[in-house]
């Protein structure tokens, strides 16, 4: 059997020999590509990827534009044609697109795909196309909006939900929209576009809606069509195979054997391996980001000939608020959220700049391309800088600056954040308690880190990845005030506990058993608009204050990329001049250690010559601690092995 297999892997190989030298990507949109599925002439189980009449290896790898500032695209682009790549695979975020008003926003910063699309294009490479609407991809919610959410009954990723339904043909049929001239038909750059992702591993497989959105993409005229599972019968039974229109992307493919499974459900038709893991993602407590050395893989897929993709081969940054989370099943279901990097291990690191593992990937493709390509230089790296220290002052309590709801924010019952409106960032729920002895309180949900106070002063903080636990209660002479301060953190990217991962308080709160009522919510979203303007409006102040709002400046004569480090602080949200950087979670309340992630990357394109303005949103400390730039980020904390896991929960 072995050498059978042998025999089909060298005659794969010559069989695609000089599948690498087809030309890039036109320039011109007026010329049309023909690309296109045909049957392995060596096994008629398999299939390949036709070019313009010649066989064709993608040799990919994912960015995400979202997550990348849209100054550095072409660098990242041109960092992996120097690896050798000739496709750029990339997730479209619906939830950043839409806007609060239900207007989509495809033209300001990241989000302007057309220009991105168009850059892969001018750098002479190839696109498969991931819009998704649910991508996974560890970002908030799987790039869902959040206000799917609204309705305690609500379902996503299915025919069934009317609301669900109606609301993703509004964001597919306008991206559809803006990427249509770079179809291949029209001589674009679009090889391929995935419909959904990763359905196979949902709890709830829906063949009918995969075959809506098929239908959809193809009437909007985006064929061929792909999919991505895990490479086994348990991902890929009950789907829509065989379907000669529609391949088979595993998440990773790795092997013969993953090959076979494929064919087995799909025969004739190419399969490549869509998400090959270079690292694996990691959550605020873990270990340090690792890389899983590809070297025999990627020879591997170049020996055979075989298409594959890295995932990613670039991470970039969940800036703002745009990390996900996920409900470990290792871990009995505990909730994890993401960290602000998306390093992810990848070679291609997140200030863009090669690994050792990327020069090992590069040798090996220029060595097996035998000099058929030319493949350019490596760009020359992004410079970092340090900034020397500096701690910004108290500027605001961190009730400063809330928002509101209208009828005064008065519920019967605490509404999670979703019911009226907001995804994450902070809000306060007070009520008044009555009079009484000692006693606890418990709560169904606070979702997904809370501050509680009686009478404005704090009492103890409720952490979700923790064991839910009584709260003790001091005794009181008179009624109180109990205030709930809850971060709303990720959504829930991935797994069955997307439907009901509502953030702020889900459920009942009871005194003592009893179900507390009567509650006002003051919202504080914590976007960059609000944060960043003159403090007014303080609705209340916290005695002993936990955190606050704190500002402070520093002047520079050039600008280039740095890392800020986060180290002395507790946790929070960092902003530089209106950017939100992202979360850091240095230590706990009591001083213990998180991390593993110090530093936030803030690259060049958010700085300016003179002065900048740092703002900090701090939950923990009362204090406020310094702050200096780095040259790269921390590798030296939270000495703990974490498994890159390669899809296989």
């Keep these: 059997m072995k050498s059978s297999l042998l025999l089909l892997a060298v005659s794969l190989s010559a069989f695609c020999a000089g599948t690498a030298n087809l030309s890039a990507a036109p320039k011109k949109s007026e010329i049309p590509v023909k690309f296109e599925f045909a049957k392995n002439p060596q096994n008629p189980q398999d299939g390949i990827f036709m070019l313009n009449g010649k066989p064709f290896q993608i040799r990919g790898g994912e ?23 000739n496709t750029i695979a990339f997730y479209t975020m619906w939830n950043d697109f839409e806007q609060p008003d239900g207007s989509f926003d495809f033209k300001t910063g990241n989000r302007d795909i057309a220009a991105f699309l168009q850059l892969c294009q001018d750098n002479g490479m190839w696109v498969l196309f991931r819009p998704g609407p649910y991508v996974c991809g560890e970002w908030d919610f799987g790039g869902l909006p959040a206000y799917l959410l609204k309705e305690k009954n609500a379902k996503i990723r299915t025919i069934e939900d009317k609301n669900f339904m109606k609301a993703q043909t509004r964001y597919l049929k306008a991206i559809a929209e803006v990427v249509k001239p770079f179809r291949a038909q029209n001589g674009g750059p679009i090889l391929m576009t995935q419909i959904e992702n990763e359905h196979g591993s949902w709890p709830r497989k829906d063949p009918k809606y995969l075959r809506w959105l098929k239908d959809f993409w193809t009437k909007q005229g985006f064929t061929p069509i792909y999919m991505s599972d895990g490479a086994g019968d348990h991902f890929l039974r009950g789907m829509i195979y065989p379907d000669k229109d529609v391949c088979i992307g595993l998440d990773p493919g790795q092997n013969d054997n993953a090959w076979r499974v494929a064919n087995k459900y799909n025969p004739g038709v190419p399969v490549f391996s869509s998400e090959t893991y270079p690292g694996w993602l990691r959550r605020w407590g873990e270990g340090n980001w690792a890389p899983t050395n590809l070297s025999g893989s990627i020879k591997w897929y170049m020996e055979t000939g075989r298409s594959f993709s890295v995932f990613p081969v670039h991470g970039g940054t969940n800036f703002g608020f745009t990390a996900g989370a996920n409900n470990d099943p290792r871990t009995g279901g505990d909730y994890h959220t993401d960290l602000t990097s998306y390093d992810y291990g990848s070679p291609i690191n997140e200030q863009g700049n090669p690994t050792k593992e990327y020069h090992q990937y590069r040798e090996i493709i220029v060595n097996a391309l035998k000099g058929k ?3 350019p230089e490596i760009p020359k790296p992004i410079p970092a800088m340090e900034i020397k220290e500096f701690t910004p002052k108290f500027f605001a309590p961190i009730s400063s600056n809330t928002e509101k709801l209208k009828n005064g924010g008065k519920f019967k019952d605490a509404p999670y954040f979703e019911a009226f409106g907001q995804n994450q960032g902070i809000a306060f729920y007070r009520t008044e308690i009555p009079a009484g002895a000692a006693g606890t309180l418990d709560f169904d949900g606070l979702h997904d880190y809370a501050h509680i106070y009686i009478d404005d002063k704090f009492i103890a903080a409720v952490d979700r990845r923790m064991k839910k636990a009584p709260v003790a209660v001091p005794a009181r002479e008179k009624p109180a005030t109990l205030t709930i301060m809850v971060e709303g953190m990720g959504h829930i990217n991935y797994g ?12 009942n709160v009871r005194l003592d058993g009893k179900a507390l009522k009567n509650w006002t919510v003051i919202p504080k979203t914590l976007s960059e608009k609000s944060v960043c303007k003159d403090a007014k409006s303080v609705k209340f102040n916290l005695d002993g204050v936990l955190g606050g709002h704190f500002r402070g400046e520093f002047t520079l004569s050039e600008v280039a990329d740095t890392f800020l480090d986060m180290s002395k602080w507790g946790k929070g949200v960092l902003y530089v001049n209106g950017h939100n950087l992202g979360r850091y979670w240095s230590q706990t309340i009591d001083g213990k250690p998180v991390g593993p992630q110090l530093r936030l990357y803030c690259p060049a394109p958010f700085l300016k010559r003179g002065k900048n303005v740092v703002d900090v949103v701090e939950l923990e400390l009362s204090e406020p601690r310094p702050i200096r730039g780095c040259v790269e980020r921390n590798y030296d904390m939270n000495d703990v092995k974490t498994k890159n896991l390669n899809n296989q929960w």
């Design 63 to 85: 960015i995400h534009p979202q997550r990348i500032p849209r100054e550095y695209w072409d660098h990242r682009i041109k960092m992996c044609k120097a690896m050798g790549l």
């Design 373 to 375: 390509e030319k493949i």
């Design 496 to 507: 069955k506990g997307m439907e009901t991962d509502r953030k702020g308080i889900v459920g």
